[in-house]
């Protein structure tokens, strides 16, 4: 089991930045796929991005595209998400996840507490 640990969410105005990490624990991470998800107000946990095993691959929801970067080190066992040109809807709790693909579509298993982002306008 992959126990994870998020930082880095805050307040940011609308057009800004913010970098996520989440570190984790245990010899197995570098063999898993590792995603990026998020949950608003009221609103289901939603799929944001995944990066395969090496990082030599990456996929977005069409909602992040272009302005979402996802990546990973090995290395240092931590999975980053940098996010540019931040917009209001992108308020959420962002949670790191072990992640599968099943039926086309990628899902959480192991995940962390997640950690609070806010996009003002």
């Known amino acids: 089991q992959v126990q994870l640990v998020e930082s880095g969410g805050g307040l940011v105005q609308a057009g800004g930045s913010l970098r996520l990490s989440c570190a984790a624990s245990?010899?197995?991470?570098?063999?898993?796929?590792m995603g990026w998800f998020r949950q608003a107000p009221g609103k289901e946990r939603e799929f944001v991005a995944v990066?395969?095993?090496?990082?030599?691959?990456?996929y977005y929801a069409d909602s992040v595209k272009g302005r979402f970067t996802i990546s990973r080190d090995n290395a240092k066992n931590t999975v980053y998400l940098q996010m540019n040109s931040l917009k209001p809807e992108d308020t959420a709790v962002y949670y790191c996840?072990?992640?599968?693909?099943?039926?086309?579509?990628?899902?959480?298993?192991?995940w962390g507490q997640g950690t609070q982002v806010t996009v003002s306008s």
């Open positions: 996840a072990t992640t599968n693909l099943m039926s086309g579509l990628w899902y959480g298993d192991s």
């Open positions: 990066t395969t095993w090496s990082g030599a691959n990456t």
């Open positions: 245990g010899r197995t991470f570098s063999s898993y796929a």
